[in-house]
């Protein structure tokens, strides 16, 4: 069970388009999901914590019109990576709260700016 | 400034030995701490959490300790497997409205030679 995925596994876009990336929980209702970004050799940045019917919350230096999130039902958020530049090229990885103290996390998103 | 700091460097062992990993923290003052695996291109996949009136805990071959004085954590995993190869991850949970964020510390890559 608490299994999280993610849609697509990669993407490459050309600068200035968008791209967006599905995190579904597959067996389980997940009021709050949360959306992290990962840098090679890096770890894991909190970028938004994301409810059901509510707007997100995002980490300080996160620009909220950049990274649109949406979670529009008890098993789909999504992040849509607005003008992507190269420098947002990154491991974008979804989890879902489950248990208290507990994250089902999703495969990631690796996404490539060109 | 709030710190979560990991071995930076890969740490290498023979198959059969015990691995040990450790995870410092400085001003943070957490209620939980987690561990998790990650494999290349991978999410995070939760091991073990432990509480801070909590000392050790145990599941098969892994075992982790919190010492809330010290600031730190250690995770071992023994008899050793190369299956167990991969990047660790400590991370912390807050208090209070923090409870559902997870703070991760940079990970140390394990490498367990045959």
Redesign the interface.
């Known amino acids: 069970g608490a299994v999280?995925s993610?849609h697509p596994s990669w993407v490459i876009c050309k600068s200035g388009t968008s791209v967006k990336i599905e995190c579904r929980s597959l067996d389980f209702q997940a009021t709050?999901m949360?959306w992290y970004r990962q840098f090679p050799k890096?770890?894991?940045?909190?970028m938004a914590?994301s409810n059901e019917g509510s707007k997100a919350t995002y980490e300080q230096g996160v620009e909220k019109d950049k990274f649109l999130i949406n979670h529009a039902s008890l098993t789909l958020s999504t992040l849509t990576v607005t003008s992507a530049h190269p420098e947002d090229s990154s491991?974008y990885?979804c989890?879902a709260?489950g248990l208290?103290?507990?994250?089902?996390?999703?495969?990631?998103t690796?996404l490539t700016v060109t | 400034s709030q710190k979560i700091e990991q071995n930076s460097e890969a740490l290498n062992i023979q198959e059969g030995k015990t691995a040990t990993l450790t995870c410092n923290y400085t001003n943070y003052s957490p209620a939980?701490l987690?561990w998790?695996r990650q494999d290349p291109?991978?999410?995070?996949?939760?091991l073990l959490?432990i509480r801070e009136n909590e000392k050790e805990k145990r599941k098969e071959r892994l075992k982790v300790t919190f010492d809330t004085t010290l600031k730190q954590s250690l995770f071992h995993i023994t008899a050793s497997q190369p299956a167990d190869s991969a990047t660790y991850?400590c991370a912390l949970?807050g208090r209070g409205g923090a409870?559902?964020?997870?703070?991760?510390?940079?990970?140390t890559l394990l490498a367990v030679q045959p």
């Open positions: 999280v993610q709050t949360f890096q770890s894991l940045m909190l914590t491991f990885i989890s709260k208290p103290y507990e994250q089902y996390f999703g495969p990631g690796r | 939980y987690q998790y291109g991978r999410g995070p996949v939760f959490l991850l949970i409870t559902n964020k997870l703070i991760f510390g940079t990970g």
